[in-house]
């Protein structure tokens, strides 16, 4: 838990480095004094740590007759930006969804008009030091890991700007729609920064290592269109207030059917993308046994419906 003593706190944040870099380490040091170094010596967890830097929250929706949960990040002040108490709160969704039998769907939004502008900079100066930087990198790696592994089909929602941390967030869902103005951005190099949510990897993955290299490495901002073309998303929604209807609309394409045969097809395509093949078709094998001669299954055959 990152037990320091006091006589090696200023050797430890290197200090003299920040002055040099013009950084008041006066102010710093009494800075971390109160928040950081304080947490860290009374042995806190990395969830109470966070939940020091307060501002806005992570709400969600779940509509039990569709299945679909509304995500949103509620910052409008700051453009959505996450805060360390709304870091939790995206914790606290994802683990209550794990456990939603009934959910299908998911659309992550932004509140009034705008996406997120990545982390709250009243959080990320008050965690600067390096360990508590690597602890809430780590803490949000695996968020934005277990939301995108969850067994519900989900849609990232773009109106407006999604920069930074935002643009980390989009490639955690499994498809990704932009109104017609919206924009994206990863511009954690133009902040001394590289991606630090998994972003980077998961972008590699989603549209080929050159591209990627290209939009981290200028901090590319992409458009619907070029997004569009290089399939980073699955779609342009026009600029109307009724957006995020929608986007809904977009997602029951994609669950329209039993919970429990949407939620196995989606398991079945995380564990493909993440295992290699022979860990993968023992899955999909254990999966298949599941719904065979399931409820989903016996009703569908009474009905006696031929395709063709």
Same mark, same amino acid.
């Given at each position: 838990?990152?037990?320091? #003593? @006091?006589?090696?706190?200023?050797?430890?944040?290197?200090?003299?480095?920040? /002055?040099?870099?013009?950084?008041?380490?006066?102010?710093?040091? /009494?800075?971390?004094?109160?928040?950081?170094?304080?947490?860290?010596? *009374?042995?806190?967890?990395?969830?109470? $740590?966070?939940?020091?830097?307060?501002?806005?929250?992570?709400? =969600?929706?779940?509509?039990?007759?569709?299945?679909?949960?509304?995500?949103?990040?509620?910052?409008?002040?700051?453009?959505?930006?996450?805060?360390?108490?709304? @870091?939790?709160?995206?914790?606290?969704?994802?683990?209550?969804?794990?456990?939603?039998?009934?959910?299908?769907?998911?659309?992550?939004?932004?509140?009034?008009?705008?996406?997120?502008? !990545?982390?709250?900079?009243?959080?990320?100066? $008050?965690?600067?030091?390096? &360990?508590?930087?690597?602890?809430?990198?780590?803490?949000?790696?695996? =968020?934005? &890991? +277990?939301?995108?592994?969850?067994?519900?089909? /989900?849609?990232?929602? =773009? +109106? !407006?700007?999604?920069?930074?941390?935002? &643009?980390?967030?989009?490639?955690?869902?499994?498809? #990704?729609?932009?109104?017609?103005?919206?924009?994206?951005?990863?511009?954690?190099?133009?902040?001394?920064?590289?991606?630090?949510?998994?972003?980077?990897? #998961?972008?590699?993955?989603?549209? !080929? #290592?050159?591209?990627?290299?290209?939009?981290?490495?200028? &901090?590319? +901002?992409?458009?619907?269109?070029?997004?569009?073309?290089?399939?980073?998303?699955?779609?342009?929604?026009?600029?109307?207030? *009724?957006?995020?209807?929608?986007?809904?609309?977009?997602?029951?394409?994609?669950?329209?059917?039993?919970?429990?045969?949407?939620?196995?097809?989606?398991?079945? =395509?995380?564990?493909?993308?993440? $295992?290699?093949?022979?860990?993968?078709?023992?899955?999909?094998?254990? %999966?298949? +046994?599941?719904?065979?001669?399931?409820?989903?299954?016996?009703? %569908?055959? $009474?009905?006696? %419906?031929?395709?063709?």
């Amino acid at each position: 838990m990152f037990l320091f #003593r @006091m006589r090696h706190f200023q050797r430890f944040i290197g200090l003299s480095k920040l /002055s040099s870099s013009g950084v008041n380490s006066k102010t710093l040091t /009494s800075h971390y004094v109160n928040k950081t170094f304080s947490a860290a010596a *009374n042995g806190m967890s990395t969830r109470a $740590q966070l939940m020091q830097f307060t501002g806005g929250s992570v709400d =969600v929706h779940k509509d039990t007759d569709s299945g679909i949960a509304i995500i949103t990040l509620n910052n409008p002040e700051k453009k959505n930006a996450l805060s360390g108490k709304m @870091m939790v709160d995206l914790c606290d969704i994802v683990s209550d969804l794990e456990q939603w039998s009934p959910g299908k769907g998911i659309v992550l939004q932004g509140a009034q008009g705008t996406f997120c502008s !990545g982390g709250d900079l009243s959080t990320v100066k $008050q965690i600067i030091e390096p &360990a508590s930087g690597a602890r809430m990198s780590e803490y949000m790696h695996n =968020v934005l &890991a +277990r939301l995108l592994q969850l067994p519900l089909i /989900s849609i990232a929602l =773009v +109106r !407006g700007k999604a920069l930074g941390g935002g &643009a980390e967030l989009v490639t955690a869902c499994d498809f #990704r729609l932009m109104t017609s103005s919206a924009e994206i951005a990863f511009v954690q190099i133009k902040m001394g920064l590289a991606t630090g949510w998994g972003g980077g990897t #998961r972008l590699t993955r989603l549209i !080929g #290592r050159t591209k990627a290299l290209e939009l981290l490495s200028i &901090a590319q +901002r992409i458009t619907p269109s070029d997004a569009l073309r290089m399939g980073f998303i699955s779609d342009i929604l026009p600029e109307t207030d *009724n957006a995020l209807d929608m986007a809904v609309s977009w997602l029951k394409r994609h669950t329209n059917g039993p919970s429990e045969v949407i939620r196995a097809t989606k398991k079945i =395509v995380s564990s493909a993308a993440e $295992q290699n093949i022979e860990e993968s078709l023992t899955g999909e094998r254990e %999966i298949f +046994r599941t719904l065979w001669g399931g409820a989903a299954q016996i009703k %569908i055959l $009474q009905k006696n %419906i031929k395709h063709k």
